[in-house]
């Protein structure tokens, strides 16, 4: 499959024909100076499809900055997506209008050919609330749509990806901190392969200093600019334009050149260099904080793979964390697109750290091909029951004698759908630090970890944050108390709100197209209140029986009885495009 390509800039047009299975590119050019002369977005686009004529093209990717609310994923353009691209342009007036340019001038040359809109907004599209609201009226915030959105997500995905390969182990099961440091930078945590914090906001200023970005500067300033008499278009400029490495060196926004100046003595670009390391190790800690651990620190973008001392300076002084950077290995790092990583740390470093070629235009285009492939493929429509879990826990045997007696044993009270497990007699009151849920049911058999799981109402009811996990992956999850008959016991972890995940045996696995670790889309349809649940994880094993399970909060939000049936729209097969989910949604016809 070919596919080109374009990456409209407000004065630029970057296009590269290839093809996303091998990455080889059959061609790549530049148009520069758009907007002077009788040059124009329209004017580019003619160029590089006359350079190109005579290759075949199947689908032209299209890079747009901001996808807003609404486009959280890479998707097929029709003349609805081109308006909802455009209802973004205030959100992003310095990029989403060159992105639609060019949309628009493409779609008006190859009018045959598909063409697909890939968002630099969309990985981040799924982080948690509490990491995309800003602390304002949420009325206020609402009407003006002010949240964080984040952006430079393809770079992020990418390079997340290429991270977890070089390390050999799945993207699913590490905590990275991706810093893409080029013109623009940004950082983004990575958690479990979904972007869980990143440092740009509700629009690409916010956050790391950036070539001739401000990033994170208090409000507070810029209502005593305004206050001073500055009006909108002399602190958009400042903000965007005279700040950042350009506006603190004095020197340009090139930081060979500000690297060099500083060597000679230059005390603006010292500074300039000191400001922007420290900006981001304090994001590097903040993130590790947010994620409750961290197993890799990834540098991409021109300053991140290219620049030792600056890797250096962000580097250096992290053994506290756990981070034992290897200077040779750092001086030494050359990261090329036929070998697109170098590892930082010395061998005995828990956390390693890594420089990752991104290649923004080979991840668009495989997210591209992966829309095509979606729209190729049918959805299966059998459909599967729905179990409601109600909080409940696993225990084991020592944690069991301390709560119930040391000559006890669970008492069997009913089966329950999977073969081999049971609900038991026992009940246990789980206290936490704001309040208590008495009479949560154990189940059995007994198990070599302890588990609890509980609904996100009932965290509010006991004050504590449970991460949501598989079940079994206790680690690091939240502690509680359990008291029962004879006994408190104060666990560490072991409190979780369970991920939704369907059971199956290897022979629906097959007839679903899924495998164990994928995730899915499963829809409630037919009922009061339709709902389509992502991020549905598949476990696979013979022993177990087809059930899809959700907690009690997800089940009211479905307003699912007993009894209901879901249909597994959607099946994302882990790998096969990266980090990034392509969602296609599902339309009841
Ligand atoms: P963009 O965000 O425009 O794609 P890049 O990712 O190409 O930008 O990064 C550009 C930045 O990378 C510039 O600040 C440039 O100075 C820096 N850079 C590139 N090579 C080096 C190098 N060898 N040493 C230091 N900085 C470098």
Known sequence: ????????????????????????????????????????????????????????????????????????????????????????????????????????????????????????????????????????????????????????????????????SSLGRPLKELRLVTLHLGNGASACAVELGHSTETSMGMTPLEGLVMGTRSGDIDAGAILALLGAGWDHARLEKMLNRESGLAGLSGAGNDLRDIERRAAEGDDRCRLAITVFSHRVRKYVGAYAASMGGLDAVVLTGGIGENSVTMRQRILQRFEFLGLVLDEDRNASAKVTHDAPTARLTADHSRIAALAVKTDEELSIARQAAQVLRDRAREAPAQPIPIA?????????????????????????????????????????????????????????????????EVSRTDEFKLGVDAPIRDSGKTDGSAPIVIEGPKGKVSLTEGLICAKRHIHMSPDDAKRYGVADGDEVEVEVSGGPRSLVFGDVLIRVSPKFVLEMHIDTDEANAAEINPGAQGELVYADVEGAHGALRVRRVHKPS
Do not use: W
Not at 415 to 433: F, H, K, M, T, W
């Open 1 to 164: 499959m070919t596919i080109l390509v374009l990456n409209a800039g407000s004065s630029t047009l970057k296009a590269r024909l290839l093809d996303p299975g091998t990455g080889k590119a059959l061609f790549e050019t530049k148009v520069e100076r758009i907007g002077e002369g009788d040059r124009t977005h329209v004017s580019a686009v003619a160029h590089v499809l006359e350079e190109v004529k005579g290759q075949s093209i199947e689908a032209v990717a299209h890079r747009v900055v901001h996808g807003g609310a609404d486009l959280t994923s890479a998707i097929l353009v029709d003349d609805a997506v081109e308006r909802a691209v455009e209802a973004c342009v205030p959100l992003a007036p310095l990029h989403n209008p060159a992105n639609l340019a060019g949309i628009r001038a493409a779609r008006k040359a190859l009018p045959s050919v598909p063409h697909v809109a890939v968002f630099d907004t969309a990985f981040h599209a799924r982080m948690p609330r509490r990491a995309h609201t800003y602390a304002i009226d949420p009325e206020v915030a609402g009407r003006h749509g002010i949240r964080r959105f984040g952006f430079h997500g393809t770079s992020h995905a990418y390079v997340a990806e290429l991270a977890a």
């Open 388 to 452: 409601v879990s109600a909080r409940h826990l696993h225990l084991t045997a020592e944690t069991f004698a301390e709560l119930f007696g040391k000559d006890a044993t669970p008492t069997r009270r009913k089966d329950i759908s999977q073969p081999g497990q049971y609900a038991c007699e026992e009940q246990v009151n789980l206290i936490g630090p704001r309040g208590r849920i008495d009479g949560v049911r154990l189940l059995g058999p007994l198990r070599p970890r302890n588990q609890v």
